[in-house]
């Protein structure tokens, strides 16, 4: 199942850029981070697709959702303009950024390549 995150869940679980200045992950696992809108019609495409893969890699990676409209704050902070955009947050290294609303083999590919999770 994918989890919505709040600020105060997103600093317990991904990042906690109250503390630090450097990026440094909070996580156990490789996460996947859709920031959405409710109205968004490309946002409503992926999300599915999100599910999907939330349990076909079950224990391997964590999938959250962060609305845009809820919490302006994470959206700011990640300078996000267009949605849906994906944000691909290794469990070492930087996390990377993906625009728009990416099909399940991209997804996948994008998991293995960025994530290091098959």
């Known amino acids: 199942m994918t989890e919505h995150l709040t600020v105060d869940t997103f600093k317990e679980k991904v990042f906690n850029f109250e503390e630090n200045k450097e990026w440094k992950f909070e996580g156990e696992k490789p996460c996947l981070i859709d920031f959405y809108a409710d ?41 996000i303009q267009s949605i849906p955009s994906l944000l691909f947050v290794p469990k070492d290294g930087q996390p990377q950024m993906a625009m728009g609303a990416l099909p399940k083999d991209t997804l996948e590919k994008a998991l293995k390549d960025v994530l290091n999770v098959e």
């Open 39 to 79: 109205w968004c019609g490309p946002c409503k495409m992926v999300a599915p697709v999100l599910e999907e893969l939330s349990e076909e890699y079950d224990g391997k990676l964590d999938i959250y959702k962060v609305n845009t409209e809820e919490q302006k704050e994470l959206s700011a902070i990640f300078g």
